[in-house]
């Protein structure tokens, strides 16, 4: 660990009579703050001498007082913070925190009333900025109703590509839509229209994470860091004034958060740069989260694994249920007396299966949905029980299993889906992590489908976050790994609680099988729900045409087979899935065994090519070998992707073993046709490498002494 702090004296601090003024370490960025002749806080953020941030407006709202107005600033203070840390997991080794600290005191101006006091934090970076706010205990309320926060963001000075989805308080399993302020209520009309189930928020708001691209061209995506004891924030447009405010999502009583002083907010986030490859590489969200609470990581385990899941989306008939007589004989509940309906995959010999192909793979774990008891009524949504997270299926013997795969070197991963049901899954959590670890499971799968129980909660409210963090600090106890779906969006608390190995969160893999991904939803991902944390997108899906199941399917996946190995480094995470059946694997097994070979922890990353909703080029290092891989996808669109492999070390020869899409590939008409060939690089090489319409490529680089002495 390297630290080094500097107090500084505060810069410019003379503008107007109480202007407080801060640059980044590079002198790229500014931040001025002050308060207008109401007293009310703003801000504005410049870079490299353009306006990002016109004047915007700070401030909180409760019943029992508001912190917007009626402000002086008593004190300011400045700190700058250059150290160093050491991730669990990630796309680095290690991780620079270089930033400027400004801390503005503010207090009522004299004669009003109620007093008040907050301090304005704001942290400026080199690539970007994050602020928040923090209340300390007041005189006249310790307790406060929120009812608003007044954080703009004022793009006043043109109207930026925004790349977005509709704001929502249950779901952000959407397509994202490429607009400007003034097309926006034409994008969000069109939400209302295809998404018939939505829970869209009428009006103008959008999600975050949020990605602008000004006509400069600015990058500039907007999210939250930390949050913790509050609501998740959304976004509420302005086209006339090209401005965005928050907007936290709240009870079903209308009321934003419940929050007892001292209360620091989440971090609210900007990551700017005029490259977009500084968006993907930021980790300014990680570094404005607490470090690490668990003292000993070691039995935290970044891993791959195959599923018993897929089955169920692709036409097989199968089914998460193990009766069909259930509802016909409600008065029995012991399965055993209930007939199996023949269609349920997550059963001893089908999942013994699995483990047999993942451990000839060298694939660490193996996902069982659909192991236990409840799911015959599951979308109910009505029952104050619905899962039983101790009671397997009288099909899945998980005794055996569980050895099975032990003496396979394979472990299994547990599935807990609550059906919303977030508090009954708090009743029954202790007993389900006991039970985990009683039969040698160390990592879940928790899911919340549907409309959250208690009633008055929605999945980004306040209730729900504070959920999500219980549950994964009682997970870290038990010494039990996370990947949720379903859960609050994430916002880098990963690296406080690394046992939460990611998330969806987000529209994933799953829905190939139910109208397909465009392929330039993953060349926008990265840009915008990734720089929370890392996703369970689901990668590696080589039967692209579900009609090849029969079952009168007929949907086709927006991708090659290619792009499916490209997509474990352009969407990267600590807990990736090779999603598709083994007997899919096996047909396609030289392809397969890129999946095999690649890494999901990283000691370095090189974004070489990017550009949102066009395409991704990334180098990564692994951290266990000096193994590189090369990853690049594409839109729907061919293109030459630009590999320069100057970050190889000088005069070392590489193996460079590449996937590549075949020259009349086409994620419409020859998905699965690609081709694998090697040559010798190094760090001269500069790879002119095309890639099909909604194609990618794949590549292993192995030191070429490490690769001869392999092949022996």
Excluded at 519 to 543: A, E, N, V, W
Excluded at 573 to 601: G, K, T
Aim: hydrophobic share 35%; proline share 6%.
């Amino acid at each position: 660990m390297n630290n080094r702090f500097y107090l500084l004296p505060l810069l410019a601090a003379s503008i107007g009579a109480s202007a407080a003024v801060i640059t980044s370490p590079s002198g790229n960025f500014t931040l001025e703050v002050d308060v207008d002749g109401a007293g009310a806080p703003y801000y504005s953020l410049d870079y490299k001498g353009r306006k990002v941030v016109s004047k915007s407006g700070l401030g909180l709202l409760a019943d029992e007082m508001a912190f917007d107005k009626g402000f002086v600033i008593t004190g300011t203070d400045t700190t700058t913070v250059d150290r160093t840390w050491e991730p669990v997991w990630g796309e680095y080794a290690s991780i620079r925190d270089h930033f400027r600290e400004l801390a503005v005191d503010l207090e009522s101006a004299p004669g009003t009333s109620p007093e008040r006091k907050m301090t304005l934090r704001f942290r400026l970076f080199d690539d970007g900025l994050g602020f928040r706010y923090e209340l300390p205990r007041q005189d006249k309320a310790n307790y406060l109703t929120l009812r608003r926060e007044s954080t703009e963001f004022d793009f006043g000075h043109e109207d930026p590509t925004l790349f977005c989805i509709p704001g929502d308080y249950d779901t952000d399993e959407y397509l994202f839509s490429e607009t400007t302020f003034g097309g926006l209520a034409e994008a969000m009309a069109s939400y209302r229209g295809r998404h018939t189930e939505s829970q869209a928020v009428e009006g103008l708001s959008v999600q975050t994470p949020l990605l602008l691209k000004t006509s400069d061209p600015l990058y500039i995506n907007i999210h939250e860091a930390a949050l913790d004891g509050y609501p998740a924030m959304l976004l509420d447009a302005d086209p006339s004034g090209k401005k965005l405010s928050a907007h936290l999502v709240p009870d079903r009583l209308g009321v934003r958060a419940y929050l007892q002083l001292p209360f620091n907010t989440p971090w609210r986030t900007l990551i700017v740069s005029d490259d977009a490859r500084d968006i993907l590489a930021s980790q300014l969200v990680l570094n404005l989260n607490e470090p690490c609470k668990i003292e000993d990581t070691s039995w935290i385990t970044p891993m791959k694994f195959v599923g018993v899941w897929w089955e169920m989306f692709t036409g097989h008939k199968k089914t998460w249920a193990y009766s069909d007589d259930y509802r016909a004989k409600p008065g029995i509940t012991d399965y055993s007396k209930l007939p199996s309906n023949g269609r349920h995959p997550a059963n001893t010999a089908n999942v013994m299966k699995y483990i047999d192909f993942a451990a000839k793979h060298n694939i660490p774990g193996v996902l069982v949905e659909g192991w236990n008891e409840g799911w015959e009524d599951w979308c109910s949504y009505r029952k104050n029980r619905q899962f039983l997270f101790d009671k397997p299926y009288p099909d899945f013997d998980i005794d055996s299993l569980t050895s099975y795969a032990a003496s396979k070197g394979v472990k299994l991963i547990m599935h807990h889906e609550t059906a919303a049901n977030a508090a009954d899954y708090e009743r029954q959590l202790e007993r389900a992590f006991s039970y985990m670890k009683e039969k040698g499971y160390d990592a879940v799968k928790t899911g919340y489908v549907g409309a959250i129980i208690p009633r008055s909660e929605h999945h980004t409210s306040q209730w729900m976050v504070d959920h999500a963090r219980h549950v994964i600090e009682r997970a870290a106890a038990y010494r039990i790994m996370i990947d949720s779906h379903e859960a609050p969006r994430p916002t880098g608390l990963c690296r406080t609680w690394p046992n939460w190995l990611a998330q969806e969160s987000a529209r994933g893999g799953e829905f190939e099988s139910m109208g397909g991904n465009p392929p330039s939803h993953t060349c926008i991902l990265p840009f915008t729900r990734l720089k929370g944390g890392p996703m369970d997108y689901t990668p590696g899906l080589f039967q692209t045409d579900l009609s090849y199941y029969g079952e009168g399917k007929t949907v086709k996946a927006g991708t090659t087979l290619v792009r499916q190995l490209a997509l474990y480094l352009t969407m990267p995470s600590p807990l990736q899935m090779a999603c598709d059946l083994p007997e899919n694997y096996e047909r396609f097994a030289d392809a397969f065994q890129f999946i095999e070979d690649v890494p999901v922890d990283w000691r370095d990353s090189r974004y070489l090519e990017a550009e949102p909703g066009r395409h991704i080029t990334v180098a990564r290092l692994d951290k266990a070998s000096d193994d590189w891989y090369v990853g690049a996808v594409t839109d729907e669109n061919a293109r030459k992707a630009l590999i320069d492999l100057s970050f190889l070390p000088k005069g070392v020869k590489y193996e460079a073993t590449i996937y590549e899409d075949a020259p009349d590939a086409d994620y419409r008409t020859n998905p699965q046709a690609y081709r694998i060939r090697r040559q010798t690089v190094d760090s001269r090489t500069k790879l002119r490498q095309p890639l099909a319409p909604g194609g990618g490529v794949a590549i292993r680089l192995q030191p070429r002494d490490k690769a001869l002495a392999a092949k022996k």
